[in-house]
């Protein structure tokens, strides 16, 4: 049997940091990045309103028992116990690919993290300081994890729904106020319902919804279980039969304590500028820096390859012909298409342009490539690498060192908030036939308004500021 | 990239089968053994009452959103939606070890399979037909899953949890009447759910209860996403990103489909007689054996060699000094420590001895080893081997072919309706401080008699007779 050095607790460590963490400690620069987060979260998770996965996870949730409660669920205004409103949020903020990203950890915090916070701050009328301290313990913890679970595991298993259990659970043990053993029992029952793999893209299946919404959900169910006396294993991370050993080939158990409390994470996660799966990010602002350089039109593109690392190959390798808008987002020939067109890959030009005549024709002239500086370099940094030939016979090369939005390259607040406008009144990804925006654009600026103020809020209340001024 | 051969569809042939199956075409001895094996869940799920970890699920259910609906909760006879009833019967029938097992995926199908059909037929109006067919369906898929995921995958994870997911899904899939192409994505939605590691062994945690829970749960959860339109991945079980591809070195892709329709794995169900890990009964039977052969009283037991295949090893090498019942039923010393001194390890025997002096004292005069002969033949066969040196010195040997309970050994009407009663009647396993029974002996009787009668009810309704007479 595998035998562990006793005095070797890593999941132990992670927990008694997660559950110890104050809002005092927390560096100010911190506090306020994650404020941008969590506003950033909030417009991906208006935008996910009429979206057909989910609103099919709403609808079960809501025939499940999910009616009433303390709770809002964003994309309907509804409200419901703070279980059913983690996994209707969770569904929905991370459908138009708006949401943030960990390099990394190749983690989408936000999308399992923030549904869970603030469902517990609803319940429990928490402090907007405490949902913050929450939610970077949620950070700090799902990336390392993250981190901790390697290449190998991201190449079968999505990150976001076996990791973001972890980081959910981190979230919401910390909103309970567990103190560190009952935070290691919820670690235990998160890890054990860490589930999520990549099969679905193949398909332009649904399931990366699902992933979302349960990681929130099982994270949430797992610190309420902890907080009740469940006991989880005590060492879910490092353990014989523990997560790494079931679905990894590579851990590095240094990364689970790197520099803990010293190094935030939290401030390495990357804003999404495109609204296309993070992947093609580095490619498409190399391609926006040729075409800047150089003056092309998209007449004057040939041939393109982007150079990548083996993980974009590995998750955006199955599509060839994208049949849906999400599709499409994973779909490299896509995004450089509507990129080179439209200038920005976002909400509304995949809506417009996804299977446009001239994007299909970009598309097909579009080819990926292994690129050994790219692969070194990942998952740390994401570099972005294209060779263009032009239509007289040029070749061309872009490169960019940060995509925008990376740490180094990080959105403004004005950038945040245009982003949030724009995301808060998307109609919908059924379109404009599955109706409304989530909101109108003079409650959309009173809800960004209300949310950039979320850390000074005694009790955090409704995101919907015209329903409460507290 | 990993390539398919595009006529080979094993996943969609499973759920084709799922899909299609009928009442008419299971063989009458099939459907006479689906009964008995609903009449032995029924006896776990309500000797599940009052088990903390099945208690706190319970709770968390209802505060959650489970406190009305159309499905009963067999532990406290409330009713909540056919989603948290699952959940919570779920949580209750694996908890007293005492469900059934199929050897040759070592999965528990009971617990996964039969709190989803039950709640779906108590929604839904459905006959007792259907809800054998139904269960069937689960059984069959289930079972041949995790026959495909192989032993490599029940070494860190515990298939009940993982595999019990889709069983669970073709269950409800066929509960809710979904076509081939929905069962489809009904397998895409659970198998990307599948999760269960067997880390919470090594510190008697509660997780057994939380996988079982939510197997049943996500799998009806799962089959519902599908009828509203949900898309899952088409080849979750042998894709290149699929569960086996995640999380098992040795699948066997030609036991999914394993003379489907002709075969009929749920005859192949062991019924437990003793009520702890099956890993545990042959040797148990096999010490049984010598006992009786030789007339040996416990104080003329010396040192006890079990002789094990593998998969025992990995599964119950972690406990030494067993710190509460549950862990206690893990443990090869304690069970044949009770079942040298009582004759029968049962719920109330544990309860009464598990930590009595001469049992703890017989515990340390037993070790396991690895069996050569008895680990080829697992998991097929679960062949019992010991060896005993008696305190006069003479060293003898006890084999069983077949435990009590396996297929060729199984369990008469009598027996199941004695175990059921036993079961039912069963104080609850966090002692008589705890409450009553689930129900008395008379009720215990009245639902017993309505249960063996299943198939034929034409509306499932109630499982507590008094409550209603259909």
Same mark, same amino acid.
């Given at each position: 049997m595998h035998m562990h050095d006793a005095s070797s607790h890593p999941t132990r460590d992670l927990a008694a940091f997660a559950a110890g963490l104050r809002f005092e400690a927390i560096p100010a620069e911190v506090a306020e990045r994650a404020v941008n987060l969590y506003v950033d979260w909030l417009g991906s998770a208006l935008a996910g309103k009429g979206a057909r996965p989910v609103e099919i996870i709403a609808r079960f949730a809501r025939a499940a028992g999910g009616r009433e409660g303390p709770a809002e669920v964003v994309i309907d205004r509804g409200r419901a116990s703070s279980y059913f409103a983690a996994m209707m949020n969770g569904a929905a903020s991370h459908f138009v690919e708006q949401d943030d990203v960990h390099n990394g950890s190749v983690l989408h915090p936000a999308t399992v993290v923030f549904p869970v916070v603030l469902a517990l701050a609803q319940e429990l009328g928490a402090s907007g300081a405490d949902l913050i301290t929450a939610a970077v313990a949620g950070y700090e913890v799902g990336i390392r994890v993250g981190e901790y679970m390697g290449r190998s595991h991201y190449k079968v298993f999505h990150t976001t729904g076996t990791v973001g259990t972890l980081a959910a659970a981190a979230a919401a043990g910390r909103m309970l106020g567990l103190d560190a053993e009952r935070m290691v029992h919820a670690f235990g029952s998160a890890g054990t319902q860490a589930s999520g793999l990549w099969e679905f893209l193949r398909d332009a299946a649904d399931s990366k919804q699902l992933h979302t919404a349960m990681a929130a959900a099982n994270g949430l169910m797992a610190a309420r279980l902890a907080a009740d006396g469940f006991r989880g294993a005590a060492?879910?991370?490092?353990?014989?039969?523990g997560m790494a050993a079931g679905?990894?080939?590579?851990?590095?158990?240094?990364? =689970?304590?790197?520099?803990?409390?010293? +190094?935030?994470?939290t401030m390495e996660t990357s804003f999404k500028?495109?609204?296309?799966?993070?992947?093609t990010h580095p490619a498409a602002d190399a391609l926006l820096a040729v075409i800047a350089e150089h003056g092309l039109r998209p007449a004057d593109i040939g041939r393109v390859t982007a150079r990548v690392h083996q993980g974009a190959l590995d998750v =955006?390798?199955?599509?060839?012909?994208? +049949?849906t808008v999400h599709q499409a987002k994973f779909n490299m020939g896509t995004v450089l298409g509507i990129v080179a067109h439209r200038g920005y890959a976002g909400v509304t030009e995949f809506e417009e342009d996804y299977d446009a005549t001239e994007i299909a024709a970009f598309r097909d002239r579009v080819r990926m490539e292994l690129d050994a500086e790219v692969d070194r370099a990942y998952p740390a940094r994401w570099i972005g690498k294209v060779t263009v030939e032009t239509a007289d016979g040029r070749e061309l090369h872009g490169r960019v060192d940060?995509?925008?939005?990376?740490?180094?390259n990080t959105l403004s607040r004005e950038e945040i908030s245009a982003k949030f406008i724009r995301l808060a009144m998307f109609p919908g990804a059924a379109g404009a036939a599955a109706g409304s925006p989530a909101v109108g654009v003079d409650e959309a600026r009173a809800i960004l308004e209300r949310a950039w103020r979320i850390a000074e809020q005694p009790v955090v209340g409704s995101v919907f500021a015209a329903m409460q001024t507290a």
């Open positions: 060492r879910i991370l490092e353990g014989a039969q679905m990894s080939s590579d851990a590095d158990p240094a990364r =689970l304590l790197d520099r803990l409390g010293q +190094r935030w994470a500028y495109h609204a296309a799966c993070r992947h =955006l390798g199955n599509v060839v012909i994208p +049949r940060e995509p925008k939005g990376d740490p180094g």
